[in-house]
């Protein structure tokens, strides 16, 4: 079936240094891949996302990046802020299933001041 | 707008009891959509349902059943609760198109002892 990996589980990074978080996905028709931050006891939220006709996109420090060959695609923190800490979650959206979105297990950031 | 909501916020159960769990969005979406999530796991679809009247299985439907009600609520349903589904269940909403943002609703945590 459909599934969505994603590495690593958990990150530390020094306030300042960059975070990158990769994920992988199974279905090549997937056309679709947001991602979404969840902080402690909140709601996930999106911050960025992608369509399968682009290979990059950045909204200030947050950048990603999409390999359609390989089924990759990453996400990039640069100049991290404590702020920045929370949990990541990537997603792909199944062409073949109109409204079906599978979500990877997660990336625990910690930024440490 | 209050965007997605959901009922109750916290609920403790009974192994063997029934409850269902309410959803509704205000922003006129067609897709809704039920995850729970539980650590380690990120998040997992239940059910969803891509317009009024009709509803599809997710990756963990065994145990729930679904309502959609109108094109504002989306009801999730446990039959006869089980420890196993302790979690964080969070309803979701989209305009429906291939490439629209989820929006979540805060979640219900929920207890089955």
């Known amino acids: 079936g459909e599934n969505v990996e994603q590495h690593p589980s958990t990150l530390s990074v020094q306030e300042g240094d960059s975070a990158v978080i990769k994920c992988t996905y199974s279905d090549s028709a997937s056309n679709y891949f947001p991602w979404y931050k969840q902080e402690l006891g909140k709601r996930p939220q999106l911050i960025i996302d992608i369509r399968s006709n682009v290979g990059e996109k950045k909204d200030q420090r947050i950048a990603v990046t999409l390999n359609k060959t390989a089924k990759h695609f990453s996400l990039h923190i640069t100049e991290t802020q404590p702020e920045d800490s929370a949990v990541y979650f990537c997603?792909?959206?199944?062409?073949?299933?109109?409204?079906?979105?599978?979500f990877g297990p997660g990336t625990s950031l910690s930024v440490i001041p | 707008n209050a965007g997605v909501t959901q009922t109750p916020k916290f609920q403790v159960l009974k192994t063997g009891q029934s409850m269902t769990l309410q959803c509704a969005q205000d922003?006129?979406?067609?897709?809704m959509y039920w995850y729970r999530q539980d650590p380690g796991m990120g998040l997992r679809l239940i059910y969803y349902?891509?317009?009024?009247?009709?509803?599809d299985k997710g990756e963990v439907p065994n145990g729930y059943n679904v309502s959609r009600l109108n094109k504002r609520e989306f009801s999730l349903r446990l039959e006869s609760a089980a420890p196993s589904q302790t979690s964080v269940y969070f309803c979701?909403?989209?305009?429906?198109?291939?490439?629209?943002?989820?929006?979540f609703g805060p979640g219900t945590r929920l207890t089955v002892l």
């Open positions: 979701a909403s989209s305009a429906g198109r291939a490439t629209d943002t989820q929006y």
């Open positions: 997603a792909a959206k199944l062409k073949t299933s109109y409204d079906k979105v599978i």
């Open positions: 922003m006129n979406h067609n897709s």
């Open positions: 349902s891509a317009s009024e009247g009709t509803t």
